[in-house]
């Protein structure tokens, strides 16, 4: 089973609220990872997991939190966020780094009123 | 450091004609070259990959591609559209020690009945 899949697909919120993405895997992988994607746009990395731990954060506003509560969960935590940061979040997996493709799950579009 | 220049914003074929999508990288040291596809609205799905193996590699839906050190590029190829291969194409390069992953701009692919 080659598939990472992630909740909700689409979500509407207030600048005021808190949400969260879910992102699941189960192909074993031990690499985790959050990007956005704007229209038109290649993705963009967020963060990087690597065996639970935190190994990458591209600078990400606070008003974004990751968490991976274990290896085949992946969480993003949304609070107070601003109407630019409307976009589509892909989570992606991976065995490893360089030559190991990462598998993307099918986004989550989130519009910030 | 590594780059990806895919050399067509967009590419416009009629159905059952050759489709080819040009990408070329630049790269410090050996790199894995992959090619994606995102269909509207979905997440980014892997077409085929380069790992230092076969310069000419063969992916899913007839699709493949062939590396060049020589001309560094990584073009793909297809030898007859079908309606379902209209959708936006990523040439991506990765290095070894590496989770990053460099994106080119993306080829959009519409495919005239």
């Known amino acids: 089973d080659t598939e990472v899949t992630q909740t909700p697909k689409h979500l509407v919120m207030g600048m005021t609220n808190k949400k969260s993405l879910k992102c699941e895997q189960h192909?074993?992988?031990?690499?985790m990872y959050w990007y956005k994607q704007k229209a038109k746009k290649p993705p963009e990395l967020m963060f990087v997991y690597s065996y639970e731990k935190l190994s990458i954060n591209e600078s990400v506003p606070s008003r974004f939190s990751p968490e991976c509560p274990n290896s085949s969960l992946l969480n993003l935590h949304l609070h107070a966020l601003q109407p630019e940061d409307s976009a589509l979040y892909l989570c992606a997996s991976s065995h490893g780094q360089g030559s190991y493709e990462q598998y993307f799950g099918p986004g989550t579009r989130l519009t910030v009123t | 450091a590594q780059s990806v220049t895919q050399l067509d914003s967009h590419v416009s074929v009629s159905e059952g004609t050759p489709v080819l999508l040009r990408c070329n990288y630049s790269?410090?040291?050996?790199?894995?070259l992959f090619w994606y596809v995102q269909h509207p609205n979905k997440g980014l799905q892997l077409l085929l990959k380069?790992?230092?193996?076969?310069?000419l590699v063969k992916g899913i839906n007839g699709f493949e591609a062939e590396f060049k050190k020589s001309e560094t590029s990584f073009h793909l190829t297809k030898p007859s559209a079908h309606m379902s291969d209209a959708a936006v194409y990523f040439c991506?390069?990765?290095?070894?020690?590496?989770?990053?992953?460099?994106f080119g701009a993306g080829t959009t692919v519409t495919v005239r009945a």
């Open positions: 380069y790992t230092s193996a076969a310069t």
């Open positions: 192909m074993g992988h031990r690499a």
């Open positions: 790269s410090s040291y050996s790199p894995s």
């Open positions: 991506v390069v990765s290095l070894l020690n590496d989770y990053k992953l460099s």
